[in-house]
């Protein structure tokens, strides 16, 4: 690995982390003095630092396969911990996939997550580059909200926690859009994506398909397309386009998810979003709600919800809230419906424009992407 110089991680660690409550970059390049919808808790010093192999190798039984608890195309995940009693979770590119640019990939991770500070994003540990490239992050107790959405053995998720967790999401994914130096579009926020801590906090994780967005740029043109089915914008997965929108639609998906208790794919293959899609628009948004909840949920949450989803699940990017917007909706009950009506000849164009997209969508291979902890269950 030629390119990777012990100097330029040094450099990497030294480096502040910028607080939240500080201006916000506006796209033209000036300064925006939007600030964020919520209290964000103040920045210590940094803390991430360099791991040797030995306290990996130690920590995880030497990588035993007991604690591998996520593996994809590119890296493993194993859970282990420290000398001090703290449990970690260790990223580690596999040796089989090490090829430059999935070196360079993972190593772009490092740099967009190394230099995030929010409660609702998994915070980075530090990582190790003896012997392989690892990320060390915190061990989130509960494991992902999709393990504990759709885990059969294990009681519904009463509607509280429901609530908790897409708002907090929101919040991550805001914080991500708006709060951060630089603009990060995540490109893979999903259920499996969203980890619990032990009061049900979630955090954003595994950003290995993250990109910065700079402030003089209005979106990315990507190819080849990665990311998961069923959660992709229609922009991004007929065109390679990628922005804050790609995220939303995404965002949507999960919020569908939440409320439902459904998979973004089922087992005859139709996606969340078309199955929901004809539901938001008659308005029977009862029909959304996980039926494992037998009624016990809020009505008014729920309208909020929904009308949210509704919104980020739309064909067209323009069309689309932004986070802000979103947030505004879920907390604060906005609800314009005449702001976000569209004309007749858009919505048929819309609807024309999402039927197309999910045909497409069904014949795309799903198995190509790896969330940091996918199968980890409850460990406390």
């Not at 990497?12 to 003095?33: A, I």
């Not at 740029?217 to 990665?226: D, F, G, N, Y």
């Not at 998906?253 to 293959?269: A, N, Q, T, W, Y």
Request: proline share 4%; hydrophobic share 35%; net charge negative.
């Amino acid at each position: 690995m030629r390119y990777i110089r012990s100097n330029s991680f040094k450099r990497f660690f030294s480096f502040g982390r910028r607080s939240s409550r500080e201006q916000v970059p506006s796209p033209n390049g000036g300064e925006s003095h939007e600030t964020l919808p919520y209290k964000e808790e103040p920045f210590g010093r940094p803390s991430w630092k360099c791991f040797s192999y030995e306290d990996l190798f130690d920590a995880t039984n030497g990588f035993s396969s007991e604690n591998l608890v996520g593996k994809g195309g590119y890296a493993e995940v194993y859970k282990g911990t420290m000398n001090g009693g703290e449990e970690i979770a260790v990223k580690r590119l596999t040796r089989t996939s090490r090829d430059e640019r999935k070196e360079k990939e993972f190593l772009t991770e490092i740099g967009t997550i190394g230099h995030v500070n929010h409660s609702n994003v998994l915070p980075l540990l530090g990582c190790c580059i003896d012997n392989g490239l690892y990320l060390v992050f915190e061990l989130s107790s509960r494991g992902s909200v999709a393990s504990l959405l759709h885990d059969e053995k294990l009681p519904p998720l009463d509607w509280k926690t429901r609530h908790k967790i897409a708002i907090g999401t929101a919040r991550g994914l805001h914080y991500l859009h708006k709060g951060c130096k630089r603009r990060i579009i995540h490109r893979d926020i999903k259920a499996s994506n969203i980890l619990l801590t032990k009061d049900f906090e979630p955090q954003i994780s595994d950003f290995g398909l993250a990109k910065w967005l700079p402030s003089q740029w209005t979106h990315h043109s990507i190819a080849p397309i990665e990311g998961t089915f069923g959660h992709l914008a229609p922009e991004y997965y007929l065109h390679g386009v990628v922005d804050e929108k790609t995220d939303v639609f995404a965002f949507g998906v999960f919020l569908l998810e939440v409320i439902s208790g459904r998979k973004p794919v089922d087992g005859s293959h139709q996606s969340l979003h078309s199955w929901a899609k004809p539901i938001l628009n008659k308005g029977g948004i009862e029909e959304l709600v996980d039926p494992r909840l037998e009624g016990a949920y809020d009505v008014t949450q729920l309208k909020r919800f929904s009308f949210a989803a509704s919104l980020c699940i739309r064909a067209s990017s323009t069309w689309r809230p932004t986070m802000t917007e979103v947030l505004e909706i879920m907390e604060e009950g906005e609800r314009d419906v005449e702001k976000w009506k569209m004309a007749e000849e858009e919505e048929e164009e819309e609807e024309e424009e999402f039927w197309g997209f999910e045909d497409l969508e069904y014949e795309y291979d799903s198995s190509f992407s790896m969330s940091l902890l996918d199968s980890i269950g409850s460990t406390g």
